[in-house]
């Protein structure tokens, strides 16, 4: 028995008052996936080639609801058999056999600029009423205006979400790609180790045998340069716009792709012809469509995106067509006759433009800071989170610069893991931030910032556009004085009171460097903290011989770490000259901690 739960008996009655909207079929519950659908008809005032006045619908809701997955899907008869901007791949029929895979998307579509509910009685009809917007601006053609951010066609990697290729385009490639006229080649890849599915990397793109030689390269980060081993042979092919066709469905099957590539004046066999010979090895390789896409839609093109799909395995050795040796002709035919076959269905890969910009887009530091080459000394808990932040930030250009192994006290507050225990502080940082970004560029030195002995610099920084210690050490500030730089630098200081109540902070912009005014403004500070560590149970660093560890939590460290990067971004976007010292304190308001504010900033002279 199919008995209705109240609740969407009262989300169904909240759209009732809609015109446009019939009731075909009341709701229905599938067990095996715990999910309810109810079976609508949409009215809309003017229809087009492709959209009826009138369309059914299934809405399909999570049992949880109001919470849970909502998707509004055209029925598989009476409806829309296209897809639009806006929509899922609507190119097949769901397992069901009641409605088509193109589900809507609802909540682009808002006329009326309101969030969506999560009420009984406003979340349907939340949906069911943007539906409605959605039918009628796809048939008047106006559900992407000029000026809208360009979307992709949804290609639809179901089979193959296991897999995925990661490319890196811009502007600059893409002027190298209006110079080529070739139109297929070869591309070598490379797969990303350690990653929990099979991802690869495009690190050239280059020309066939016979034709004008050139090389297109992906420029990767440190990770990726150190881990080439494997590499993986694919064809390109070039498109001249995006492979889609029904409006905005991207090809099914191979007589689709032989459709959309013909209408671009693109023979597709012909160059397969040219490039299968490359990768008959009894595998099955990747084929790469590129094409321009823009930034806005309806723009000029601004980068060549490559979405790849998975050949099927081709004719090799002794499988030929009839009546023929080993050997191209036949395994050609063969290909053509019974592999690559009209009715072939596509299997799209999943592909991503991991260029610099693309993936930095979240947020990242002004280029100013991006492209400077950052020396770190000292990676323990605050310089390994602040090189962290940088890297997470977009300036991937650093050396790590420690003495010191991984510990097990250490990872309470640091970036590392135990996997890390007993090896170098500088090279377990550098690796783990490479792992980061794969535009990452860490480099690391395991030796001591400078000589015992003689209290000078035993490690060449001076090239470095900005220098920042987190070490804390008198001595460190003594050897960056007496280091002779090559050019104007940014040389930066950070450390830490006691509990991290204050933050002390010293920047300059020079090629001579001095710290006496620095000690000075903070001279009253530290022997306050003496003073009150005196009277504390300092934690202890393991058993054995006492020694004390400096008290603060990874929260504050993490909350230290972002208030000094961005103290050193104002100080270098401002172009200031003179020195600068900043004490930050931290600020308590009825027991709850608000933040720091600056106690003191002095610009020296």
């Given at each position: 028995m199919n008995i209705i739960p109240e609740k969407l008996k009262r989300a169904r009655r909240s759209f009732d008052d809609?015109?446009?909207?019939?009731?075909?079929?009341?709701?229905?519950?599938?067990?095996?996936e715990d999910r309810w659908y109810i079976k609508i008809q949409i009215e809309i005032t003017k229809s087009s080639q492709y959209v009826p006045k009138q369309t059914d619908w299934y809405v399909v809701i999570s049992s949880a609801y109001p919470f849970g997955n909502l998707k509004i899907y055209p029925a598989a008869k009476n409806s829309i058999i296209v897809t639009f901007p806006h929509q899922s791949n609507n190119s097949k029929i769901d397992s069901s056999g009641l409605w088509r895979t193109g589900d809507i998307c609802t909540t682009v579509i808002d006329r009326l600029y309101t969030a969506e509910p999560f009420d009984i009685d406003s979340r349907l009809f939340f949906h069911v009423q943007r539906a409605i917007f959605w039918l009628e601006d796809a048939a008047s053609g106006t559900l992407v205006s000029d000026g809208d951010l360009f979307e992709l066609p949804s290609f639809d990697t179901s089979k193959n979400s296991h897999i995925s290729i990661a490319f890196s385009e811009?502007?600059?490639?893409?002027?190298?790609?209006?110079?080529i006229e070739a139109k297929c080649g070869i591309a070598v890849l490379s797969q990303i180790p350690n990653s929990n599915v099979r991802i690869y990397r495009v690190n050239e793109f280059k020309s066939l045998p016979g034709q004008d030689k050139f090389f297109v390269n992906a420029?990767?980060?440190?990770?990726?340069?150190?881990?080439?081993?494997?590499?993986?042979?694919?064809?390109?092919?070039k498109l001249l716009s995006t492979p889609v066709l029904n409006v905005w469905q991207p090809p099914s099957t191979l007589r689709e792709l032989k459709e959309v590539c013909y209408s671009q004046g693109i023979d597709l066999f012909a160059l397969l012809r040219d490039c299968l010979p490359r990768i008959r090895d009894n595998k099955r390789h990747l084929l790469l469509l590129g094409f321009p896409i823009p930034k806005y839609h309806k723009g000029e093109g601004e980068i060549i995106f490559w979405q790849a799909l998975l050949l099927p395995y081709l004719s090799v050795g002794k499988k030929t067509y009839n009546g023929?040796?080993?050997?191209?002709?036949?395994?050609?035919?063969?290909?053509?006759?019974?592999?690559?076959?009209?009715?072939?269905?596509?299997?799209?890969?999943?592909?991503?433009?991991?260029?610099?910009?693309?993936?930095?887009?979240?947020?990242?530091?002004?280029?100013?800071?991006?492209?400077c080459n950052i020396a770190i000394i000292g990676c323990g808990s605050l310089g390994s989170t602040i090189a962290e932040l940088f890297v997470r930030s977009g300036a991937y250009k650093i050396h790590i610069i420690d003495n010191d192994i991984v510990k097990v006290g250490n990872l309470s507050r640091h970036i590392l893991a135990t996997s890390d225990i007993g090896c170098s502080k500088s090279k377990a940082v550098a690796n783990r931030l490479n792992t980061i970004n794969p535009h990452a560029r860490v480099s690391y030195s395991v030796g001591g910032f400078y000589?015992?002995?003689?209290?000078?610099?035993?490690?060449?920084?001076?090239?470095?556009?900005?220098?920042?210690?987190?070490?804390?050490?008198?001595?460190?500030?003594?050897?960056?004085?007496?280091?002779?730089?090559?050019?104007?630098?940014?040389?930066?200081s950070i450390s830490i009171g006691l509990e991290a109540k204050r933050i002390y902070i010293n920047m300059q912009n020079a090629q001579v460097f001095q710290y006496d005014s620095f000690f000075e403004v903070i001279s009253k500070y530290l022997v306050e903290d003496e003073d009150i560590a005196k009277k504390m149970a300092l934690p202890r660093d393991g058993t054995g011989c006492w020694h004390p560890t400096f008290p603060a939590r990874n929260d504050d460290i993490v909350a230290v770490s972002s208030l000094a990067i961005k103290a050193i971004e104002t100080y270098i976007i401002s172009q200031e000259k003179k020195p600068l010292t900043l004490v930050f304190e931290q600020e308590n308001q009825n027991g709850f901690i608000t933040g720091y504010n600056i106690i003191e900033k002095v610009a020296h002279e």
């Open positions: 809609l015109p446009q909207i019939t009731l075909l079929e009341d709701w229905q519950h599938n067990v095996q811009d502007a600059v490639s893409y002027m190298q790609w209006e110079y420029t990767w980060g440190s990770l990726f340069e150190s881990n080439s081993s494997d590499i993986y042979t694919a064809i390109w092919i023929f040796r080993p050997g191209e002709p036949g395994w050609w035919l063969r290909d053509k006759v019974e592999i690559l076959k009209d009715d072939m269905e596509l299997e799209w890969i999943n592909s991503e433009n991991w260029n610099e910009r693309e993936i930095s887009l979240r947020g990242q530091l002004p280029l100013q800071i991006k492209k000589s015992c002995d003689n209290g000078t610099p035993s490690i060449d920084i001076s090239k470095s556009d900005i220098i920042i210690d987190c070490t804390g050490e008198n001595s460190v500030l003594n050897a960056l004085s007496a280091m002779a730089y090559k050019s104007r630098c940014h040389v930066i």
